[in-house]
């Protein structure tokens, strides 16, 4: 565990357990694109290649965008490891700084992992989609939870 980047934010979360986090969230993932994918039972491999495409899309912003704004920066996977992504200034992240992570996310897969990497190289463990959106992983005292606590939504 490294120590806070700035004075009153909790601990930075350490990059193996930011991996491992984004581990149970790709599998919750793909479980679910494996599911919709037998729902519709693609005829050929071009039909296939499009509805995975669609839903790899389709099924990762709206996953991230909504853990990460509206359940207090924790998917599953961080919350089962009590790390949570907040704003550089540390706050909860906003739609836009949500929706630019998730887009670092596809710049990192597509530099073959470089993006990822990048983080074990960078003071505030920072990887490329954490650059671009402005945001840090840190720690959080919150207890585990699959369900989300309380959203945004559900506040007066």
Do not use: C
Not at 9 to 34: E, K, N, W
Not at 46 to 68: C, H, K, R, S
């Amino acid at each position: 565990m490294q120590q806070a980047p700035y004075e009153g934010m909790p601990p930075l979360a350490g990059i193996g357990t930011r991996f491992l986090s984004l581990v149970i969230d790709t599998i919750i993932l793909a479980v679910l694109r494996l599911f919709l994918m037998i729902l519709l039972a693609p005829q050929t491999l071009a039909q296939e290649f499009m509805i995975a495409l669609v839903l790899d899309i389709g099924t990762t912003v709206p996953y991230y965008w909504f853990f990460w704004t509206r359940a207090g920066g924790q998917t599953p996977g961080k919350s089962l490891l009590r790390i949570r992504v907040i704003s550089e200034n540390g706050v909860d992240l906003s739609d836009r700084q949500a929706l630019l992570r998730v887009l670092g996310y596809y710049l990192g897969q597509l530099s073959i992992g470089l993006g990822f990497v990048w983080a074990a190289f960078n003071r505030e463990q920072q990887g490329w989609h954490d650059k671009l959106a402005h945001s840090l992983v840190v720690t959080s005292d919150l207890p585990p939870r699959l369900i989300p606590r309380q959203t945004r939504l559900d506040r007066p």
